[in-house]
């Protein structure tokens, strides 16, 4: 199996606090993990690229500052959503990779559904 | 021009019947193909991976993939309304310093009515 977990699996905050996502796969090692965000009707969208190990990767127009992601373990990546603000009400939702070289599957977190009054 | 593109439907479907669902891309290195299912309201979830030209089964799915057409597709036989769902198509090019990043297609809605 492939079993990829996110914590919380909701969350609601205050304008200008932080809130911090945790993806873990549970029955294998990813070195590297990736965080998407969907909006309501549309589709996936990556954020960023994160590498055991390493500073993550984000795509254009993407604020690193603001969207803080740490792959400190094998099986564990966190993003910390930063002073965050109405508009950053998303689903957010992790995929870790399997394999390497060609095989590449990526499996998905169940999701982070944020909320940002 | 879209890297990858599906017909975002919606595929309205008799259940029994077949489903079949279409996806162009462009990138003619591209070396991973899947096809992914989404509930409204749920992450995705890997339902077919192929990498070379042919056929792939898997129960009541049939991935097809044509390098050479640019061209994948995922047949659902037996359709049921379970399946109902979007079912979006995903390439990647393994290589290089993308880490296996996958580019998405806009995703094709499926309904299977009873």
Known sequence: ?117 | QKEVEQNSGPLSVPEGAIASLNCTYSDRVSQSFFWYRQYSGKSPELIMSIYSNGDKEDGRFTAQLNKASQYVSLLIRDSQPSDSATYLCAVSNAGGTSYGKLTFGQGTILTVHP
């Open chain 1, 1 to 117: 199996g492939a079993v990829v977990s996110q914590h919380p699996s909701w969350v609601i905050c205050k304008s200008g606090t932080s809130v911090k996502i945790e993806c873990r796969s549970l029955d294998f090692q990813a070195t590297t993990m990736f965080w998407y965000r969907q909006f309501p009707k549309q589709s996936l969208m990556l954020m960023a690229t994160s590498n055991e190990g390493s500073k993550a990767t984000y795509e254009q127009g993407v604020e690193k500052d603001k969207f803080l992601i740490n792959h400190a373990s094998l099986t564990l990546s966190t993003l910390t959503v930063t002073s965050a603000h109405p508009e950053d009400s998303s689903f957010y939702i992790c995929s870790a990779r399997k394999g390497g070289g060609f095989y590449n599957e990526q499996f998905f977190g169940p999701g982070t559904r944020l909320t940002v009054l």
